[in-house]
């Protein structure tokens, strides 16, 4: 079975093999040095001031970065199930709420933001996702924490960058908060999240709050070289080989070419097929297709091809589905994911497959001359 | 090198390799199979009216116990770092807090516990550690659960079974929220956290509180055999594995039997050459010796004999050792531990080596009669 759901992605067979080593003690010289180079390498794909690697889900960071970095009112955008978590965080921990909401397939205008932040002096955070997963689009956030820190640098931009992190170069230049999970672009199983930091929000973060996801904890800690709490040593020892493999491939650049051209590619192939891209602004971590058939499409081809896509949740249920972009993924495989989307087309009775989608995907990956 | 920290334990091969198997959605029938399955054992380990599997350490659901079950004021027993942690999670969330401080060697009293509680009517809930890992001792935790719920059966009692559950028959008759965590007797990697809730407890948490941590959120959806937030799959694969494991190898009972035996033979070992126990009752999850020598003696059981064992923490740096009892571990292992150990007070020039640990343990542990 084809794994092309966006997170969990498949696990490189050299990363399992790294974390099915026997067991290491997280308070030990030899952990210490696996966690420093791994915060290295962090660094690299982060280009923040600080990162902090914790041993919980990408909603773990999310609270984490609300509670620590937004003391009194949370703007946050809602495009989707993942913007609309955030307000919610914020109001379990009795903050102020506002939000913005939009159709799951509609990206936030940054005169919308500014427009929220000018009539709500009290917002002192925004949170935004770079990719929303729900519906596979991508928000402006680089443009909206620009016009935010024209107007007021001290609101802190918290960045959900879960499915952006690995797939796209982020211009983290007005950007806080930056939050990463272990099992999107980096290809490793859930349980580890991953924060990079700016030096505004590591001094609003103070002496921090909450007590498991209090970050002033980990920045003391982790600028050691080991964590507050006991460290997630499998994930981050996944991490590391993870972080080297990509090194070896040709660097974060190259994996951010390929990852753009895969996800153009697809989308030609697709809707050289007929099909419809859901989102106004689509992510390059998913692409997202809305079709009527959407559900019989995800059986077909589980059951026929060998591949797993995702479909939508809540009002999108049935409605979409969604085919990951994240990590490194061989030609021969995405190409035979749309091949098969072609298939099940055909099953469907839509239209008589001539292996378009597979033809279009090659030539576009593989920049050769169309006819 | 023999990993004998009591915490984390050796994972074995076969959890391992079952750990390394290609990734597993999480939203999907194949792995709510296994979650069903798992939370099945976890039942069985248990006996707990609920079990929850959280993505965090162990620290994280101690906060998920605290902020779920206690609303006015927290009676945490410190008698080493993890029941201090208690109080510490109590403050950061505005909660208030009692603390009965002893020496790290020292059990609470069961008087102690009932003191506190009469002087104290907002005391809602109280925390304590089945076994304190700082100084490897016992709390009387059944007896002060009994003796709490006698003078008022709405406060809530709250186990920290980190190092205790899996490694004896804990009686969970009067205690609300048993905690347990992946790398202790479990035999797992970091970063899976599980809690056994009482129907009271169910009760009480109500709505929740908080957000990841949200004890409510995650009853709703683990009573459908899926997580809240993201699983932890690979740790969820690794548990039910090692809990299969348990069982083929002869069960529960049989395990808390080794381990008994296995701590009381290594204790006359190690008192046999000479070492004092450290904690006025030990817990049966680690045996912890302080000794003048106790850096010098960690230091050459690593180098010269192949034994990792850890060390103390704050005040006790450098004062005790503790070597772990907790999973399944091979007599030929933890004999050659009492051994090591013999041989390095031999090298300090302590006493010469006659092989009297690894006989007395070997004794002891197969029950044949001694002279």
Not at 77 to 104: C, M, Q, T, Y
Not at 332 to 338: A, K, L, T
Not at 341 to 369: M, P
Request: charged share 25%; proline share 4%; aromatic share 6%.
């Amino acid at each position: 079975m084809l794994l092309f759901t966006p997170g969990p992605t498949p696990v490189p067979q050299n990363v399992r093999n790294a974390m099915s080593d026997e067991t290491m003690h997280h308070r030990t010289p030899e952990f210490e040095a696996i966690f420093e180079k791994t915060r290295k390498h962090l660094f690299d794909l982060f280009k923040s001031d600080e990162v902090l690697m914790l041993a919980s889900s990408g909603t773990g960071a999310m609270e984490a970065a609300v509670v620590n970095l937004c003391h009194n009112t949370l703007l946050n955008v809602n495009s989707g199930k993942f913007g609309e978590r955030f307000g919610k965080i914020a109001i379990a921990h009795g903050l102020k709420s506002v939000e913005i909401k939009n159709e799951w397939d509609t990206p936030v205008s940054v005169d919308e933001v500014v427009e929220a932040i000018k009539s709500n002096p009290d917002i002192d955070a925004i949170a935004v996702q770079i990719s929303e997963s729900a519906g596979g689009l991508r928000h402006p956030v680089e443009a909206i924490a620009k016009a935010v820190k024209e107007i007021n640098p001290n609101i802190m931009i918290i960045a959900d960058g879960i499915t952006a992190v690995g797939v796209e170069k982020i211009d983290i230049t007005n950007i806080d908060c930056l939050i990463a999970g272990s099992q999107k672009a980096l290809m490793l199983p859930p349980g580890l999240a991953i924060l990079g930091l700016s030096n505004a929000a590591i001094e609003k973060i103070g002496k921090g709050k909450g007590y498991y996801f209090n970050l002033a904890t980990e920045i003391k800690s982790q600028r050691k070289n080991t964590t507050a709490w006991t460290a997630a040593t499998t994930l981050t020892i996944g991490l590391l080989e993870i972080l080297e493999t990509i090194e070896k491939k040709g660097g974060l650049d190259k994996l951010y070419e390929e990852t753009a051209t895969r996800a153009d590619a697809v989308i030609s192939a697709l809707q050289a097929i007929g099909l419809h891209i859901y989102p106004k602004t689509p992510a390059l971590s998913m692409t997202t297709i809305d079709d009527e058939n959407a559900s019989q499409i995800r059986k077909i081809l589980k059951t026929d091809f060998g591949v797993n896509v995702a479909g939508g949740q809540d009002h999108l249920e049935g409605k979409i589905f969604r085919i990951n972009q994240m990590g490194l993924i061989a030609p021969y495989e995405i190409s035979w994911v749309v091949n098969s989307v072609e298939l099940a087309l055909a099953k469907l009775g839509r239209r008589d497959y001539d292996g378009t989608a597979n033809k279009i995907f090659n030539e576009k990956y593989f920049k050769l001359a169309s006819k």
